[in-house]
Nanobody
């Protein structure tokens, strides 16, 4: 069982940068592949990025490449999402998720953190 808690969201201006954090409970965090997703108002949840358990492999949605960076610190049970040059269309609730298998399905989800970008 893994519990995930996101933080770092807030109200920012277009062009700002933001780093989201997701802290996981449990002693087996390092065995999980981690992902970030987001859901904008009125839209479906979409994949942002993923990182393998050993941080050796990262994946990004094509539309997210360049401005988003995923990383993790297994010693701190934390996965990060750095967002650069924020745009109003980045406004969404950002979720982290954990999976034993690197793929499209995730077993555990956090409650999300709201990011609002003003123009």
């Amino acid at each position: 069982q893994v519990q995930l808690l996101e933080s770092g969201g807030g109200l920012v201006q277009a062009g700002d940068s933001l780093r989201l954090s997701c802290v996981a409970s449990g002693r087996t965090f390092s065995r999980y592949n981690m992902g970030w997703f987001r859901q904008a108002p009125g839209k479906e949840r979409e994949f942002v990025a993923a990182i393998s358990w050993g941080a050796g492999t990262t994946y990004y949605a094509d539309s997210m490449k360049g401005r988003f960076t995923i990383s993790r610190d297994n010693a701190k049970n934390t996965v990060y999402l750095q967002i650069y040059s924020l745009k109003p269309e980045d406004t969404a609730v950002y979720y982290c998720a954990a999976s034993m298998v690197l793929g499209p399905t995730y077993d555990y989800w956090g409650q999300g953190t709201q990011v609002t970008v003003s123009s």
